[in-house]
């Protein structure tokens, strides 16, 4: 099985206990995701010292307004050229809290698409709350997304999943499918095909178990609810998402 989008990197996890626990799980691969570049480079290190950890390069929204980003561009491309470096992520638009600064997560998103597209890597992409400018700015980079591209912790509904699947998106669904009052995420999962969908956890949030530090152990959980929800067998829904994420990973391979 397989963990598209966690987080190690200062958030209290206690290893060696906590890889053993998520390979015990059955957990085979794990992608750690950036939102700095600093944590970008500790996940490097965990990945040069455990077989089946990649990670990403990016810069999350969050930090739009403070991130020079001609300033760190040659920390980025060293980190992106490490080969257990599979994408530039996780990167977007985050409007959910009050002021953003909204032309700087534009411009800070654009540049990072645009350096994905230099360094033949696909993308993952953090969107909340920004659903019309994520699909403005996509559209004006279609032709620059040719690598792929994931929006992870898809949360805009079955409504909106025509939009980025027209554009060539994979969707990765992590623990809120299992949560009661999901309908939304419930139906994204219903209508996504088969071929784009990814598994994932957002570790250490958003765990499938409300109040717990969420982990990649928690992977089969989400498996089985996936497979659920589509009318398949776990074995298949494994067997399926371990292909797409080669398609779309294809360094993990």
């Known amino acids: 099985m397989i963990d598209v989008h966690a987080h190690f990197a200062?958030?209290?996890?206690?290893?060696p206990a906590e890889w053993e626990k998520l390979r015990a799980a059955g957990v085979r691969t794990v992608i750690l995701a950036a939102d700095t570049l600093e944590h970008a480079a500790w996940h490097a290190k965990f990945c040069k010292?455990?077989?089946?950890?990649?990670?990403?390069?990016?810069?999350?929204?969050?930090f739009a307004a403070t991130c020079a980003f001609n300033?760190?561009?040659?920390?980025?491309?060293?980190?992106?050229a490490d080969e257990k470096c599979v994408a530039v992520g996780e990167i977007g638009l985050d409007y959910h809290y009050e002021g953003?600064?909204?032309?700087?997560?534009?411009a800070l998103f654009e540049v990072q698409l645009a350096m994905a597209d230099e360094l033949g890597l696909p993308v993952q992409i953090h969107s909340r709350d920004a659903c019309a400018d994520t699909l403005a700015i996509l559209r004006a980079f279609h032709g620059r997304l040719?690598?792929?591209?994931?929006?992870?912790?898809?949360?805009?509904?079955?409504e909106n999943l025509n939009d980025f699947l027209g554009l060539g998106a994979y969707f990765s669904f992590g623990g809120v499918t299992?949560?009661?009052?999901?309908?939304?995420?419930?139906?994204?999962?219903?209508?996504?095909?088969?071929?784009?969908?990814?598994s994932e956890t957002d570790s250490p949030y958003l765990s499938p178990f409300r109040g717990e530090k969420n982990t990649p152990a928690n992977i089969p959980v989400i498996v089985e609810k996936l497979a659920e929800i589509k009318g398949v067998s776990p074995d298949e829904m494994i067997k399926t998402i371990r292909n797409n994420a080669a398609r779309l990973f294809p360094r993990i391979q």
Not at 50 to 58: K, L, P
Not at 100 to 106: E, G, L, N, T
Not at 146 to 158: D, P, W
């Open 178 to 198: 299992c949560f009661k009052n999901a309908r939304r995420a419930l139906e994204a999962v219903a209508a996504c095909p088969m071929d784009r969908i990814l």
């Open 146 to 158: 040719k690598h792929g591209f994931l929006m992870h912790c898809y949360s805009y509904g079955a």
């Open 49 to 62: 010292e455990h077989e089946g950890a990649f990670f990403t390069v990016g810069v999350h929204p969050e």
């Open 71 to 80: 300033e760190v561009r040659p920390r980025f491309l060293s980190l992106a």
């Open 100 to 106: 953003p600064d909204k032309a700087a997560q534009r």
């Open 10 to 15: 200062e958030e209290g996890y206690d290893f």
